[in-house]
């Protein structure tokens, strides 16, 4: 029926979204795709575009065949993200390094990935207990919940999104500090996309990935279960490079590029934890022919815990009952730790000594190339276990892009001062400006306007929207009279963040002015102007509270005032957003804002 419909007007442009999901080896296909393959037919003057932000040249070749697109134009930019930081870590005691690693950035935000929705709201109330600021997101929420949590995060109120990868589509929150995979992804597509929602404002972010084969093994699993034999070879596929990602001593960001056929052309500083530590391999014979005797003459029964329980001789019930204490291998591993053990354990299962068998219990295998070990001296190399974390400082300076020196109290003040401007407008505080800009201005000390427009990303309007109360504070934290430099022009003052107390009226303002006193409203002011529409907002907010005699009721319809007023009463002046959250969706933040002024003016 929407086809029908089409064909009576029919469109210039389909832009097809996700154009990875048309094909069977993109890390997401969706069979209902291949229907679009219909539009070339249907509509053969129109122009079509597939978009995606993650095609193998195997995946865009599927795509230009499925839609008929073999003749046209292809754009495509650097897989490369210069600015991330991407760390692999053993998932060893994980939920306490991730403790550790949030409350040392108790300023930052990010996001945490689970597979499963039980093990997102296992890690996210975990981390509520301990004190941090941490949401549960996935798709078994109502789309309410949801909602509510996205816009939490993305407004500041809460740091840190604990997500299944339902978390993220469409979110394009630009001051993402860390991105943590707590467990595996199936592919590395899907994990470029995730961690990619890291640093988007350029600035330095991590992307950390804790890493265990028994992950692997799990994800392995569930694979088996797939009916279709293409889809299990594409999945098997896909599991195989993340894994040989996350295990191989090779740079990161080397391996991920030329998984996109991308090479990596230099850097200037270590972009990942191989490039750090560079880990060499070394001769585990020794252990390898213990670790193989063991698993060999208890017979092949049993997996990666219970054989490291007998060569470190434990004596549990199953154990003494099994009679493996009677063993030469029981206890024959006591001088090495249950980390150590595990760690040789899934070396000799990635380099194909031994293998793991059975569903619900995988047990141990060994393979032709553990026989040669055992019985004809092959020699075992792996690559050395990485030594144990400890507490460290921040590391910003893992990439090229590390942010400028400043005072770390000011951008704080700087910080919630953005948070209180975006609540009051009802927008996320990026929009008012960025990490960067408070950085750089924590950092440059501006006291002027003029020197304020040489921060990054403060334009004219945001300089005159809100450049007077970064100025104040500035101010404030170096303990000066706010006093303008010779020959240089400073933006208003304003003592309290939430309440605009202009003593003059600027030249933008008066324009502002006279073009209401003319009859034009303040969208159309913004038109005229070439201004944002809560910049013109904020003047006539400023002019207002200077004494300017304006119709306000051309903004605010006087049966409109009692019940705005009341809300006052009710919830204070001091956030725009708790006022229009009392009196609900039909009040705009912009009456609010404007009766707000004319309340404070005339007391």
């Known amino acids: 029926s929407f086809l029908a419909l089409l064909a009576h007007n029919p469109p210039a442009l389909f832009a097809i979204d996700e154009a990875h999901c048309i094909s069977e080896w993109g890390h997401d296909f969706r069979p209902e795709y291949r229907e679009l393959r219909r539009l070339r037919r249907l ?23 499925q839609l008929g697109l073999q003749q046209a134009r292809v754009f495509q930019r650097s897989f490369n993200r210069p600015n991330l930081f991407y760390d692999v870590r053993p998932k060893q005691d994980a939920f306490e390094q991730l403790v550790a690693y949030i409350r040392e950035r108790p300023d930052d935000s990010g996001i945490i990935y689970c597979q499963s929705r039980a093990g997102v709201e296992d890690v996210a109330g975990r981390l509520v207990a301990r004190g941090i600021s941490a949401v549960a997101y996935h798709a078994g929420l109502s789309n309410s919940e949801r909602k509510e ?66 992950d692997a093994a799990k994800a392995q699993f569930f694979i088996d279960q797939k009916r279709s034999p293409v889809e299990r070879e594409v999945a098997q596929q896909q599991l195989k490079h993340m894994v040989e990602w996350a295990s191989e001593p090779v740079c990161r960001r080397k391996m991920l590029l030329a998984y996109f056929d991308e090479e990596l052309e230099g850097q200037q500083a270590p972009c990942c934890d191989v490039c750090r530590s560079p880990r060499a391999r070394v001769d585990a014979t020794i252990p390898a022919q213990m670790f193989l005797s063991c698993v060999k003459r208890t017979r092949e029964r049993f997996g990666i815990g219970y054989i490291i329980d007998v060569l470190r001789g434990e004596t549990h019930e199953r154990i003494l009952r099994s009679g493996h204490n009677q063993l030469s291998t029981w206890g024959i591993g006591r001088d ?3 980390v150590e053990w595990q760690h040789l354990a899934y070396e000799l299962l990635r380099e194909g000594y031994i293998r793991q068998a059975g569903e619900d219990y995988p047990i141990l295998q060994i393979t032709e190339l553990g026989n040669e070990v055992l019985f004809n001296g092959r020699k075992v190399d792996i690559i050395e276990r990485p030594p144990p974390r400890k507490r460290e400082k921040r590391r910003r300076e893992a990439t090229p892009t590390a942010p400028v020196q400043h005072d770390t109290r000011l951008f704080d003040a700087l910080r919630s001062a953005r948070k209180q401007l975006a609540d009051e407008r009802g927008v996320p505080p990026y929009v008012i400006c960025s990490d960067r800009s408070l950085r750089e201005m924590a950092a440059a000390l501006p006291r002027t306007n003029d020197a304020l427009l040489t921060i990054h990303g403060i334009g004219q309007h945001k300089a005159e929207s809100f450049g007077h109360v970064f100025l104040d504070i500035i101010d404030r934290h170096l303990g000066m009279a706010s006093l303008p430099a010779a020959g240089e022009r400073r933006m208003p003052q304003r003592p309290n963040v939430s309440l605009p107390n202009l003593n003059r009226i600027t030249p933008s303002i008066r324009s502002t002015i006279d073009l209401f006193h003319e009859g034009l409203d303040i969208d159309e002011i913004a038109i005229e102007r070439g201004l944002a529409t809560t910049t013109i907002e904020g003047q006539i907010e400023a002019a207002i509270l200077a004494g300017e005699d304006l119709d306000l009721q051309r903004i605010v319809p006087p049966e409109r005032w009692a019940a705005i007023d009341a809300a006052f009463d009710k919830v204070g002046t001091a956030s725009l957003r708790a006022v229009r959250e009392y009196l609900g969706d039909e009040y705009s933040y912009q009456e609010i804002r404007i009766a707000r002024a004319a309340r404070i003016a005339s007391r």
């Open 43 to 65: 509509f053969p003057a129109s122009t079509i575009g597939a978009f995606t932000a993650t095609a193998t040249r195997r995946v865009q070749a599927d795509i230009r065949h």
């Open 149 to 214: 949590r996205q816009d939490a995060f993305i407004n500041d109120d809460t740091r840190i999104v604990v997500a299944t990868i339902a978390f993220g589509m469409g979110i394009d929150k630009p001051d993402v500090r860390f991105v943590i995979h707590y467990d595996l992804p199936r592919n590395l597509e899907g994990y470029y996309q995730e961690s990619g929602r890291a640093g988007r404002d350029g600035e330095p972010a991590e992307c950390i990935l804790f890493y265990t084969y028994a």
């Open 336 to 338: 090495r730790s249950k």
